[in-house]
């Protein structure tokens, strides 16, 4: 393993550990060498494992336009989520349990079937989905000040950090994801908005990418899996007392707290 790896892994579990963001890990590399951020955010994933944390599923990141501009990248990423990185509808993210973050609104899908190929379709993400939920993900960056390039993010677990799945359950055959419309709230004012065709033109596409991208790389999903299809508008920065609430028409809303909220 190149030296890097380990040097980068071990920079992004510190600043984690210390709450302290570190420094762009793009400089340890050669330029966009996303092959070797995949070998960090895999070396990352195995030692959560071998310290005995759950993983449930999947994010796919970088999804929206709008996203990508804001980060300055041009084409998805993706995560793993762990049990540990769930919220429950109206909870509350504690203070301190996120360095840097913003909120995005989603729809996750949780499978029913695995899918191991790596020629993956939107038509094959349909018929393995089980059901549909509303979502929001609580992103946030090891890199001090968001100062990220693909290489960076894909690094830090797709600059992963919570995420919260709506109470609704609705099956794939009743709502298009491609057609639905989302409206983010901080407390009452409109933060965000966008369609499913904002996320790679149908979250289905998002997730027939991600399911083929694993399979390539020996990692399929596997029934049981959350996967989060990513961002449907612009992630918003998040701060202590912010109430964020998403409506994603057909599938309903989901809400997340910052502790220091009133009463």
Known sequence: ???????????????AARATPCPPIRDLFADGDIDAAYAVQR?????????GHRLVGRKIGLTSPAVQRQLGVDQPDFGALFADMALGDGGTVPAGRVLQPKVEAEIALVLGAGLPGPDCSAADVR????????????????IAGWDITIVDTVADNASSG???????????????????EMRLLRGDELVSQGTGRDCLGDPL???AWLASALARRGEPLRAGDIVLTGALGPMVAAVPGDVFTARISGLGDVTVSFEGAAA
């Not at 890097?4 to 071990?10: D, I, M, N």
């Not at 919570?162 to 009743?174: C, I, K, Y």
């Open 205 to 207: 596409n998002a997730a």
């Open 162 to 180: 919570l995420f919260v799945l709506g109470d609704t359950r609705e099956s794939p055959d009743a709502v298009e994801p491609a057609d639905v």
């Open 127 to 142: 018929a393995a989905t089980a059901f549909l939920a509303p979502a929001l993900e609580i992103v946030d960056s090891r």
């Open 1 to 15: 393993m190149n030296d890097a790896v380990p040097r980068a892994a071990e920079a992004l579990a510190a600043a």
């Open 43 to 51: 070396l990352a994933t195995q030692r959560r494992l071998a310290a």
